[in-house]
């Protein structure tokens, strides 16, 4: 103790010495705090509409964009990305209808397409923010399947610009020549695409079963599981478009006939089961899920219409963008669930070999939800996905 504070009343000294030292692990934990800053922005989409963003980490970091599956919120991710953010500033955009964009339903019925459109506007502004070319990107599912979109919008962009090159190099295709050409082909692609590198977690890029691809979602069970999936939607679809009493807001929730509510929880309850691979997470969707009487009679839900919107669009549409494959020439990582489901195995491998640069990671006894069946496995791999730029 110094000379001054040992003159100093006791009355005083008390809260002095509490202010000295608190202030300075304070500022140390303020310091250690600030990657992990969590933001919400709203960006404009190419229709007006705003898209909430959720921001870790630090504006100057690599940029990353990670994309969410069906249903899910986009701060699901958080848990991976917060022991990353130090080094990288990863961008969540919750997709139209979910999250916390629920309020924003979709306007368009082919709404992967629509989140397409959407995922062009953000990683435009993400470029144009951190003066890059091109974003790492990861997507899980659903999510998958709009950068499969976004892969087959820009693959005939890339087929004709590469034509354009290899006429002007005919005849100039030898060795060295040959490499050119090939690292040319990759940097338009990723140019037109502003995909640097893509982690695909457990997606294919075909939704329906055809006579030559059996790796349709829940392969051999397809035609099971969407007839069982279509009883419900004739029984909700028409609640999905009728108004409150007022007349000015969508029908909520907990103004549906109570049959009704039960069979969509049933069925959201069902395809979550699919998801699963472990034991453990099979245990925690049916707790988590289990709403008896009293408790559905009041349940919020606020993504309803579009889970059924999206799920009749699932059904009806044909969402195959295989022939984007052959020419997508940002490198793959195919993230795959050993025991997956809904996408089997075999035909994602077969993917991958589609795919000019692809590589195959699988987590054994994982399912369709690997970062809930694996969650280890999955901070590992995705940490090693941006670390091995």
Request: hydrophobic letters at 40%; a positive charge.
């Amino acid at each position: 103790m110094t000379a001054a504070s040992a003159k100093m009343p006791k009355s005083k000294l008390k809260p002095l010495l509490s202010k000295t030292l608190l202030t300075k692990p304070l500022g140390v934990a303020n310091q250690l705090l600030q990657p992990y800053h969590i933001q919400l922005q709203h960006w404009v989409s190419y229709d007006g509409s705003q898209i909430p963003v959720t921001v870790v980490g630090s504006p100057s970091a690599t940029p990353v964009l990670l994309l969410h599956a069906f249903g899910m919120d986009a701060r699901q991710f958080l848990p991976f990305v917060l022991p990353l953010a130090g080094q990288y500033c990863f961008y969540l955009p919750h997709f139209r209808g979910f999250g916390l964009a629920a309020g924003t339903p979709s306007s368009e019925f082919n709404f992967i397409e629509q989140y397409a459109d959407d995922v062009d506007v953000i990683l435009t502004q993400i470029c144009s923010k951190h003066q890059v070319k091109s974003v790492d990107v990861a997507a899980i599912s659903m999510g998958a399947l709009v950068m499969w979109a976004h892969f087959n919008r820009h693959a005939q962009h890339a087929q004709t610009d590469s034509a354009q090159a290899e006429d002007k190099l005919a005849g100039k295709l030898q060795g060295k020549a040959k490499s050119n050409f090939e690292t040319k082909t990759e940097a338009t692609f990723e140019t037109a695409s502003r995909v640097k590198r893509y982690l695909n977690i457990d997606q294919s890029p075909i939704v329906h079963n055809h006579a030559d691809w059996q790796g349709g979602v829940f392969g051999e069970k397809q035609a099971e599981v969407f007839e069982q999936f279509d009883t419900v939607l004739q029984a909700t679809l028409p609640y999905v478009n009728q108004q409150s009493a007022n007349g000015q807001t969508p029908l909520a929730f907990t103004q549906l006939p109570h049959q009704v509510k039960r069979q969509i929880t049933q069925m959201e309850t069902a395809f979550s089961l699919l998801s699963a691979g472990r034991l453990a997470s099979q245990l925690f969707i049916k707790a988590s899920g289990y709403l008896p009487d009293h408790k559905l009679a009041v349940y919020q839900h606020p993504t309803w219409q579009q889970k059924l919107r999206g799920l009749q669009a699932y059904l009806e549409l044909p969402y195959d963008y295989r022939d984007a494959l052959p020419v997508t020439q940002t490198p793959v990582t195919m993230l795959i669930g050993a025991q997956s489901q809904l996408y089997d195995p075999k035909w994602q491998r077969q993917v991958a070999h589609i795919l000019p640069n692809a590589q195959v990671i699988e987590i054994a006894g994982s399912g369709h939800a690997i970062p809930l069946d694996a969650p280890l496995q999955f901070s590992r791999v995705l940490k090693q996905f941006l670390v091995s730029a």
